[in-house]
């Protein structure tokens, strides 16, 4: 998707939760189009939304959260994060994806 596609997703995005704001799966795809736009901040906030909704689908959205942080040049934050979802996945491929991850935040 282009830039402006994004753009527009995120407006309709942002009238569905005016509606809607409990959708989980709607802040998720809010927070994918913000971080396609490089906006990271509001996409860190975002993100902490829908994990604190907590609905099946939304499992892997602390990670993304933790891209942010890295994307946005706070690099402890998001190695600090990535430890704490390492230390309580309980499902192994989810656990593993994020080992891989602090692996490669920590090399950069």
């Known amino acids: 998707m282009k830039s402006r596609e994004y753009t527009s997703a995120l407006g309709v995005l942002d009238a ?8 989980a799966l709607s802040w998720r795809a ?7 736009l490089s ?7 975002a993100f902490q939304r829908a994990y604190d909704l907590g609905v099946p689908g939304t499992e892997e959205v602390l ?5 942010c942080y890295q994307n946005s040049g706070q690099k402890s934050k998001a190695e ?7 230390q309580s996945e309980s499902d192994d491929v989810r656990r ?13």
């Open 16 to 23: 569905l939760l005016d509606e809607f704001p409990e959708v």
């Open 30 to 36: 809010r927070c994918g189009c913000l971080f396609e």
């Open 39 to 45: 906006r990271f901040d509001e996409a860190i906030e």
């Open 63 to 67: 990670l993304w959260k933790a891209f």
């Open 80 to 86: 600090v994060l990535v430890e704490q979802i390492i």
């Open 96 to 108: 593993a994806r994020a080992q891989e991850v602090l692996i490669a935040f920590q090399s950069t």
